[in-house]
């Protein structure tokens, strides 16, 4: 017996699928589709596909990237368009080359050896060689000048420590490096700078002692002959104490 096929009601979500399946398949230009997938060139206008909200934008996307890119459109352009989107592609780490160098003076002949060789321009003439000596130098001093040992947290006690041993013991690091100085003392210990300037009224210091006072700082200073603009204002005072021009 044979029964007759009887219409079966689907569910809200049973009908609109059966409605997207009746919807006709987007046209697919099957030459345009191969350069695509090869990683050929095709532009803006090539790219054609039927009215829908998402293939819309992956058209809008594909045409914006087209223009951008000289027209050259790749498989992964297109996938990111349908799925996120326009691509953001990472721009590459610039390569590194590790150069060591035994102290800084053999970087300075380095690179004036480099400036030597450099031609094709009249602004490559012979000073360039010293002054990108100087330049190189005075970065140097800078950065020399910045690196101190840490502060001793031991302070000078008045008619209980001898200011002379109390430096050698608890400035020590201090002086190997010849950065101690009277501005030091002064900012971190004053009994021991007050202690230091006494001392000196009758004595000198040890030989084997550098103790350098603000002017002579400046006078390592001046001798840079490259500066940043936030130490111009000490480079003009300390030049018209010495009764020089800036």
Do not use: C
């Not at 109390?166 to 009277?182: I, M, P, S």
């Amino acid at each position: 017996m044979v029964y007759p096929m009887v219409k079966q009601k689907h569910g809200k979500g049973t009908e609109s699928r059966d409605k997207r399946d009746d919807a006709p398949l987007p046209k697919l230009d099957e030459d345009l589709l191969d350069r695509t997938l090869s990683g050929g060139r095709i532009g803006p206008a090539e790219v054609d596909i039927s009215s829908d909200p998402i293939l819309d934008r992956a058209k809008a996307a594909l045409s914006k990237k087209a223009q951008k890119t000289g027209a050259r459109l790749t498989l992964m352009d297109t996938h990111q368009a349908m799925m996120r989107g326009p691509v953001r592609r990472r721009k590459p780490e610039p390569k590194k080359t590790e150069m060591n160098f035994e102290n800084e003076n053999e970087f300075i002949d380095f690179m004036q050896e480099i400036a030597a060789n450099v031609g094709g321009n009249a602004l490559y003439d012979d000073s360039l060689v010293d002054e990108l000596g100087k330049f190189l130098k005075s970065h140097f001093n800078r950065a020399r000048a910045a690196e101190t040992p840490s502060v001793p947290t031991r302070k000078y006690q008045p008619r209980k420590d001898e200011i002379i041993p109390f430096l050698r013991e608890v400035w020590g690091e201090w002086l190997a490096d010849d950065k101690l100085t009277k501005q030091v003392l002064k900012d971190n210990d004053t009994p021991a700078y007050n202690a230091l300037s006494n001392w000196q009224r009758n004595n000198d210091l040890p030989d084997d002692m550098t103790i350098k006072s603000l002017a002579d700082l400046n006078d390592e200073f001046l001798e840079w002959g490259y500066y940043k603009r936030d130490e111009v204002h000490r480079v003009v005072g300390a030049l018209n104490r010495r009764g020089m021009k800036a």
